[in-house]
C-alpha cells in the first residue's frame, strides 16, 4: 500500500518559491534596509528555531554531563567496593598474625582453596600437606576461634571438614566452666544449617543466652580454650535427663581463607591462654563428657587417590557407635 505524502507538493513549491524570491529581494536591497529586514526575520521567523537549537544543545550538554556523572559513580563504587574487600581481608590477615604471634610456634599457616568441599558441602581443601607437617586429627583455626579438623593429608594438599559436617564433634564446655557437653553441627534448614548444637548438658548446669562456650580439651584432638561459639538459645528435646543448646559459632564460613593447622605437639602443650579463654575445670564434670572426641572411631588417613585441586574427593562416612 503506498503511504500517503505528508505535505502537498503544491505547498511546498509555493513556499520554496516565495523563499528563493525573498532571498532575491534581501539581495537587491540597500545595505540599511537589508539589516532591517534580517533583523525582522532573526526576531519572527528564525527566533523560535534559534531557541529550538538552544534548547537542543543545551539538552545535549545536560545528558553529556549525567552520563559522564554515572560513569564516574559507577568507578567510584567500583573502587570504594575492592577497597572495603582488601581492608577486610587485610584486618583478617592482622588479626591472624596476632594469633602467630600469640602462638609462637606449633602451628602450620594455609590457604582454604576452595570455599565449599570437594564432594561435599562441609569441605574444604588446604594448601598444606604431610610435607609441612601436617597430620590427620589436627585442629583447624582462625584468630576468631575453631573452624574444623584435618580429615586427610597428602603430601602437598589436606582435605578439611567445618562444624556443619556430620562427622563434626567436640568437646566444650562454658567458658566459666560450668557446664559441659558435645558440640555438633545443627541439624536445621537454610542459614540455619550453619549453626552448632551443644548437646549433653546436666539439667543443673543451665546456660543463658549469650554465654560463650570453648573446646575442653577432653578427648585428646582439640586442646582447652579454643573459643566455639555463643550459646543463643535452648533447644528442645526428649531427653529428660540433659539439656541441648544452639550455638552461634565464632567464625564466619565466609571469612574461612587463611587458617592454622595446630601440631599434635601443640595440641599437647595447650592453647588455653591464647584466645584468653582460660577456666578452671571442674574435675567431677570432666567424666559427662570425656568420650566426647573419643567418640569417634579411627579414620584411614593414607590416601589412596592423591588429593588434586581439581579432585572430587568425599570424606567417607563414620558411623558413631
Known sequence: ???????????????????????????????????????????????????MQVKAELARRAFLSHDTALRIVDSVSLRSQRLTGVEEENERLRKLLGLGSALKWGFIPA????????????????????????????????????????????????????????????????ADGSAFGIVTGHRGEGASKYFMELHSVPLRSPLKAGTAIVSSGLGGVYPRGIPIGVVVSEIKTTEGFAKSYLVRPTVSISDISSVFILTPERVHSGVENIWSAGVNVDSARKALVAAGDSLRPKRDTSLKTPLRRDSALKVPPRKIP
Do not use: Y
Not at 7 to 30: K, Q, R
Open 111 to 174: 590457604e582454604a582453596l576452595q570455599g565449599r568441599g570437594l564432594g561435599d558441602d562441609f569441605t574444604f581443601t588446604l594448601s598444606a600437606g604431610k610435607d609441612a607437617g601436617v597430620v590427620a586429627e589436627s585442629p583447624v583455626v582462625t584468630a576468631e576461634g575453631l573452624v574444623g579438623e584435618i580429615v586427610r593429608a597428602d603430601k602437598t594438599l589436606s582435605l578439611a571438614i567445618f562444624w556443619p559436617h556430620s562427622d563434626f564433634r567436640v568437646s566444650a564446655m562454658a
Open 1 to 51: 500500500m503506498r503511504r500517503p505524502a505528508r505535505t502537498n507538493p503544491t505547498v511546498d513549491l509555493v513556499l520554496a518559491a516565495a523563499c528563493g524570491i525573498a532571498a532575491l529581494v534581501c539581495l537587491i536591497l540597500p545595505t540599511s534596509a537589508r539589516s532591517g529586514a534580517a533583523a525582522t526575520l532573526r526576531a519572527t521567523l528564525v527566533r523560535p528555531l534559534a531557541s
